[in-house]
C-alpha cells in the first residue's frame, strides 16, 4: 500500500524522529511509504497515496491548536473518503484534546480516520507503524 506520513511539528525544525520511526514501521510491513514536512512539502501529491497518516504536535499545552502549515497541507487536495491515521506527540496533560482537534481538522477535509493513537516515543511510534494493514 502507498502511504504518505505528514510530518506537523509545532516548529520548522525538520523531520522529528519520532515520524521517521513511524515510517520504518510501515516499511517493516512491506508498505511503500513517502514523508512529507507538512512546513515545506508539495500538499498537492497527497490525495495519490492510498492511506495518509498524519503526525502532528500541538502548539499550545492547553488549547491544542494544530500547525497552520497542516491545515495547509489537507486543503490543498480532494481527501474526501481517504483512509487515514491520527497521531499526536505527547506533549503535556491536555494532549487528548489537541487529538481531537486533529481529529476533527481532518474529518472536516472529509477523511475516513480508522486508526488514531499518542506517540510516547520514537521506539513507541516504530512499533505503532508496524501495527498498519496487520
Known amino acids: 500500500m502507498r ?12 523531520i522529528p524522529d519520532y515520524v521517521t520511526a513511524l515510517a520504518k514501521g510501515m516499511e517493516a510491513m ?3 511509504v513517502d514523508v512529507l514536512d507538512a512546513w515545506t512539502g508539495d500538499a498537492y501529491r497527497v490525495p495519490a497515496y492510498e492511506y495518509i497518516a498524519v503526525v502532528a504536535e500541538s502548539l499550545t499545552v492547553f488549547g491544542g491548536k494544530m500547525p497552520e502549515a497542516l491545515h495547509r497541507v ?4 480532494t481527501l474526501v473518503g481517504k483512509k487515514s491515521a491520527a497521531f499526536l506527540k505527547k506533549t503535556g496533560p491536555f494532549t487528548d484534546k489537541a487529538l481531537t482537534n486533529l481529529m476533527r481538522g481532518m474529518e472536516k477535509e472529509g477523511m475516513y480516520i480508522n486508526w488514531s493513537d499518542i506517540i510516547l516515543s ?13
Do not use: D, Y
Open 3 to 14: 502511504v504518505v506520513v505528514i510530518a506537523a511539528p509545532a516548529k520548522r525544525k525538520g
Open 30 to 32: 512491506g508498505h511503500r
Open 74 to 77: 489537507l486543503s490543498a487536495g
Open 122 to 134: 520514537a521506539a513507541h511510534a516504530q512499533e505503532l507503524g508496524k501495527r498498519i494493514g496487520a
